[in-house]
């Protein structure tokens, strides 16, 4: 038999009381009176948590600032499976709340490419970029329910493109460009997107691996798309024949305005009749995304 391994770190009670959890335990006690014991046994707090749902779920929308001031007759107002409603008449966004920080300077991002040195994007400029982009969208006519598309890698223009889409109430979809043409138009074509943001291709393992062929196929074969943005990877100084460049896209720095969402949204449900696995742009105001299946 092998030899456990020693454990490698273990919390301290004083460490575990100073968990964002001890400190939200310790604000429920005060608010209604009651006793979870000792801070670092969690039991208690959960116990409560699956047997008073609505108390559990309205105090921590109330704690974290996400829905506060919800009563508690207005948290679960119909408990059926399937079909429960859960603060209904609250609207929310998910960009709003996942650009919530206190410290500009603090680094939101930090990418890093086999190709570059590592590069902090702080909460600030990750912010001004959301609503550069959020503003390009509304100029382009872009409305809440919308479908926006990203093929890219994972690079901050596609977390910059996330967030504005749904800052705007669209719903997002993305690809990543090592998929071929027909993989993405399998799982765009159906969801009938207005905007695609596209790269022109990725380095990995040393190799440049050029996609604008991709890329001109998918503009030709996703007749809804209006407008294409174009993030240059490979050539920033090529863009495609009536692209948008992506620098235009997020030139306009500002703070994003974000489109309230109704919380109690139907999730599920398509955008269109007869589409699947596409949730309203509004589900659970966070809206954010579409899958295919």
């Known amino acids: 038999m092998a030899d456990v391994p020693a454990e490698l770190w273990k919390p301290t009670p004083e460490s575990m009381r100073a968990t964002r959890m001890a400190a939200f335990a310790r604000w429920v006690e005060e608010r209604r009176g009651l006793s979870f014991g000792d801070p670092t046994d969690y039991d208690a707090l959960w116990r409560w948590s699956v047997e008073h749902l609505d108390q559990f779920w309205g105090d921590l929308a109330e704690w974290t600032g996400v829905l506060p001031g919800v009563p508690d007759d207005r948290v679960l107002t119909d408990r059926s499976m399937p079909g429960a409603v859960w603060f209904p008449g609250t609207t929310v966004n998910y960009a709003e709340q996942a650009l919530r920080h206190p410290a500009d300077d603090a680094p939101a991002l930090i990418a890093v490419a086999e190709d570059a040195e590592p590069v902090e994007i702080p909460w600030a400029s990750l912010r001004a970029q959301v609503g550069a982009f959020a503003a390009t969208l509304r100029r382009l006519g872009v409305q809440r329910g919308d479908r926006v598309v990203g093929y890219l890698p994972n690079v901050p223009e596609a977390v910059v493109a996330f967030l504005g889409a749904a800052s705007v109430g669209a719903v997002w979809s993305s690809c ?7 993989a993405v138009l399998d799982r765009f074509a159906q969801i009938e997107p207005v905007v695609l943001v596209a790269v022109d291709g990725y380095r990995w393992g040393g190799k440049a691996h050029d996609r604008r062929d991709v890329v001109a196929e998918l503009r030709a074969g996703l007749p809804t798309v209006r407008t294409t943005v174009a993030v240059p990877r490979l050539l920033p100084d090529e863009v495609p024949d009536a692209a948008l460049p992506w620098a235009d896209a997020v030139a306009d720095a500002q703070e994003p305005v974000f489109e309230p969402l109704p919380f109690d949204a139907p999730c599920g449900s398509s955008t269109r009749p ?20």
């Not at 990543?176 to 027909?182: E, H, I, L, S, V």
């Not at 007869?274 to 299946?293: E, L």
């Open 176 to 182: 990543a460009p090592d998929f071929g043409t027909r």
């Open 274 to 293: 007869g589409r699947r696995g596409c949730p309203r742009a509004s589900c659970t105001g966070t809206a954010a995304w579409c899958w295919s299946s």
